[in-house]
């Protein structure tokens, strides 16, 4: 059993840059797939970013392309998303997850389904 745990968020200002992390425990870490996805209040939860198991290919959704970069260090079993230029619309509960599934020929997973372990989540608020 995988478990995640976020850490990280908090209360910015529009413009400023924040990096959540999330650090995983159990499993086999380095051979998962890693994702962020975030939910806003009366939203559904949305894709964000994710990352292969060796850190070698990333994908990102339109929100955050250009904006986000999502990265991970195996020997610490921990991966990031620094997010620079912050807006007030990526306000959010950001959560990790793993996917144990994941074969390194594959497209990396963007939907939620994809994804076998979750993290509790963290806060990112984004003020004006």
């Known amino acids: 059993q995988v478990h995640l745990v976020e850490s990280g968020g908090g209360l910015v200002q529009a413009g400023d840059s924040l990096t959540v992390s999330c650090a995983a425990s159990g499993g086999t870490f380095s051979r998962y797939a890693l994702g962020w996805f975030r939910q806003a209040p009366g939203k559904e939860r949305e894709f964000v970013a994710a990352i292969s198991w060796a850190g070698g290919r990333t994908v990102y959704a339109d929100s955050g392309r250009g904006r986000f970069t999502i990265s991970r260090i195996n020997g610490k079993n921990t991966v990031y998303l620094q997010m620079n230029s912050l807006k007030i619309e990526d306000t959010a509960v950001y959560y990790c997850?793993?996917?144990?599934?994941?074969?390194?020929?594959?497209?990396?997973?963007?939907?939620?389904?994809?994804?076998?372990?979750w993290g509790q989540g963290t806060q990112v608020t984004v003020s004006s």
């Open positions: 997850a793993a996917d144990r599934s994941f074969h390194p020929g594959s497209p990396l997973p963007a939907t939620q389904d994809d994804y076998d372990y």
